[in-house]
């Protein structure tokens, strides 16, 4: 099957990604001579990401978005749950529809490119894995799209070490739509990059998805990124996603408490105010080591004795949903 039958017959109606109760453990070694004990990365997550939206993923580090993308890339199996692309379950699917429907754009544009290629070969490497179109076309779709993401065609024989971070971002972005991908999950795609830049790549990322009709999984820690680019929010602690909303009513009026935390860590600009207290404490949860109960229930400030020893489940607001016990009961 191929990714341009499922586009005619099936993307526009269908959920473009779909993860469906989620999970993935991973055996992890505690010390010389001590056995190895299990890390629950990701837990019971389902996200459901519509054509032409731009759904962020925030959360600490190390809370799962990470492992959470690269499942959802194909690049690491789930060990529980199952995905889907398209409406159909990427087990049914050929790894090269997949990556024709779905691209990564990386966090490091220092280390996801290749130094021994010249940037005209990165770009063109998807052209030649999928191949399907005339080769003696390449160069000039790949000095189309370069043009397209703000690269010189001059550039085209240089390699990622003559670029600066922004141009090498842009070498990432472009390598990632040469194909024409209706989905792009972009893994904290400025955080490497100086802030002067930063704001031309998230207007690039925005140029893009309204002229090629994309759609976006964005993953970042930095909220004034996510409340800029995207439609709709998960919020995710220690590999549960805890709360879900659109942007602005998730930015406006946020419910579970680790939002409203994460929120009020937000760094103001206005003089006299020093650093906010979120009244997280110092130290992230161990991810060996999950509290029963509320996960987040050892750093809350309105902890109850039920969050304690049952675990919250999802209870609907709006169009969203929070797991927290000051919204309802088990």
């Known amino acids: 099957m191929t990714a341009a039958a499922l586009t005619a017959a ?13 999970s993935r453990t991973f055996r992890v070694s ?25 759904v962020g993923l925030v959360g600490e580090s190390g809370c799962g978005k990470t492992t959470l993308a690269r499942m959802l890339l194909g690049l690491l199996p789930p060990t529980d749950g199952e995905i889907r ?10 790894r090269r529809t997949i990556a024709q429907l779905v691209q990564p754009v990386f966090q490091d544009p220092y280390s996801s490119l290749n130094p021994r290629k010249s940037i005209g070969a990165i770009i063109t490497l998807p052209l030649r ?23 010189a065609r001059s550039l085209y024989d240089n390699y990622p070490s003559q ?45 893009l998805r309204r002229d090629l009709g994309l759609t976006y999984l964005l ?13 709709r929010v998960a919020v995710m602690y220690l590999g549960r996603i805890v709360e879900e909303a659109d942007t602005d009513a998730l930015f406006r009026a946020p419910k579970h408490p680790y939002t409203q935390a994460l929120l009020a860590s937000v760094l ?26 509320c996960r ?3 750093r809350c400030a309105h902890v109850m004795d039920i969050c304690r020893t049952v675990a919250p489940k999802p209870v609907a607001s709006g169009e969203g949903f929070v797991e927290c016990h000051l919204y309802g009961t088990p």
């Open 163 to 207: 670029l600066s971070g922004g141009q090498r971002q842009r070498v990432a972005i472009a390598r990632a739509l040469i194909n024409r991908p209706r989905l792009v999950i972009c893994d904290e795609p400025t955080s490497a990059l100086d802030v002067s830049v930063q704001s031309q790549i998230l207007n690039l990322l925005q140029e």
């Open 296 to 298: 987040f229930h050892p």
């Open 219 to 231: 993953i970042s820690h930095n909220l004034a990124v996510v409340e800029h680019m995207a439609t």
């Open 30 to 54: 505690t010390g010389l001579l001590k056995p190895k004990r299990t890390l629950q990365a990701v837990e019971g997550v389902s996200l459901l990401v519509r054509p032409g939206e731009v």
């Open 85 to 94: 692309v398209v409406g159909r379950p990427t087990a049914a699917l050929p």
């Open 10 to 22: 099936q993307v526009e109606a269908a959920p473009m990604l779909e993860a469906r109760d989620v």
């Open 268 to 293: 103001t600009p206005e003089p006299g105010l020093g650093v906010p207290d979120t009244q997280l404490g110092a130290a992230y949860p161990n991810p060996l080591d999950v509290p029963p109960g």
């Open 129 to 151: 894995v999928q191949g399907g179109s005339d080769s003696a076309t390449w160069r000039a779709q790949v000095e189309e799209m370069m043009e397209r993401v703000g690269l």
